[in-house]
């Protein structure tokens, strides 16, 4: 069965650095998204990606963060400058239709979980 | 804006017992609704859906119906075991077409032989 894959599965960074989380959705799947949970608390939306561009991204996802899909099997989240408050678990998912007027099961991989320190 | 309050956890039970989560949630529209498992130290499994009011969704001996006048969609299995032990999540399925996902806390379930 197809499934999404995440890699890797446990980065360790300096604060500062900049980080690429890497993920391959399920092949004919069209929307993607991140999201992220912090140890502990709930799964946050990040941003959802749809034909090449940013369809929607939530007010966590500021100007340090960056999304690409720069082939087409790969789906990644950049980082530019982690801060400590980044840690946490990173996980991507994807879809293959559009909601409408009703929203589709999202697959999501593994995750990836970030540790800044 | 939407949201999905779930019941807190930790919730200890016996192998057999019979396991409630309780799941309410606010949107506009027509959400979808959604249980997620979480098994220590993996991803997000999806473990059962509805799309629509009165649906039943239902999976390895969960179950779980979309009640929209109460706006619920409580999780119950009639019988758990160890193997259950997971932290599961409450997810709301918007209606915008990127569909993003909102989630609740999450209820991690505990169960002892």
């Known amino acids: 069965e197809p499934e999404v894959t995440q890699t890797p599965s446990h980065q360790v960074t300096q604060m500062g650095q900049e980080v690429i989380l890497r993920c391959v959705p399920i092949?004919?799947?069209?929307?993607f998204y991140w999201y992220r949970q912090i140890l502990g608390q709930k799964v946050e939306f990040l941003v959802s990606?749809?034909?090449?561009?940013?369809?929607?991204k939530s007010e966590i996802f500021d100007d340090q963060f960056s999304v690409e899909r720069p082939d087409g099997s790969n789906f990644t989240l950049k980082i530019r400058s982690t801060k400590l408050e980044d840690s946490a678990m990173y996980f991507c998912?994807?879809?293959?239709?559009?909601?409408?007027?009703?929203?589709?099961?999202?697959?999501f991989g593994p995750g990836t979980r970030l540790t800044v320190l | 804006g939407n949201s999905v309050t779930q019941m807190e956890g930790p919730v200890t039970l016996s192998e057999e017992a019979f396991l409630t989560i309780n799941c309410t949630y606010t949107?506009?529209?027509?959400?979808?609704l959604f249980w997620y498992v979480q098994y220590p130290g993996e991803g997000l499994q999806l473990l059962l859906k509805?799309?629509?009011?009165?649906d039943k969704g239902s999976n390895k001996g969960f179950e779980a119906t979309y009640r929209k006048e109460t706006t619920s969609f409580h999780l119950e299995k009639g019988s758990v075991q160890v193997s259950d032990s997971a932290v599961y999540f409450c997810?709301?399925?918007?209606?915008?077409?990127?569909?993003?996902?909102?989630f609740g806390a999450g209820t991690q379930v505990v169960v002892t032989p």
């Open positions: 998912a994807s879809k293959r239709t559009s909601g409408g007027a009703r929203a589709d099961t999202q697959y």
């Open positions: 092949s004919n799947h069209l929307y």
């Open positions: 990606f749809y034909n090449n561009e940013i369809s929607e």
């Open positions: 949107a506009t529209g027509y959400p979808s």
């Open positions: 509805a799309t629509k009011a009165d």
């Open positions: 997810a709301l399925g918007t209606t915008d077409s990127w569909g993003k996902f909102q």
